[in-house]
């Protein structure tokens, strides 16, 4: 279970984009589809291992979804649709 952590400016980036606030107010989606390697990979996969994220189902061709915990939208600053 994640305590009350600060994120880094990326790791807020991340959970706002998977809750669909880079073009609306309140969270209407959760999921960020990640590139099969790279640093956005690294992120998304240490944002797991630290429980903001959680990891989804992989692709074909390896591309992976990963969706914001609870603990996740807290930090940020938010709630996770639907509650």
Sequence with gaps: ???TMALRP???DIIRNALGLLHAKR???NHYCAP???STRE???GMADAGL???GRTQEGGTRYFHVTDA???AAGYTLPGE
């Design 10 to 12: 990326e790791e807020r």
């Design 27 to 29: 969270p209407y989606r």
């Design 72 to 74: 996740g939208a807290a």
């Design 36 to 38: 099969v390697s790279g």
């Design 43 to 45: 992120l998304l996969e």
């Design 1 to 3: 279970m994640v305590t």
């Design 53 to 55: 994220m959680q990891r």
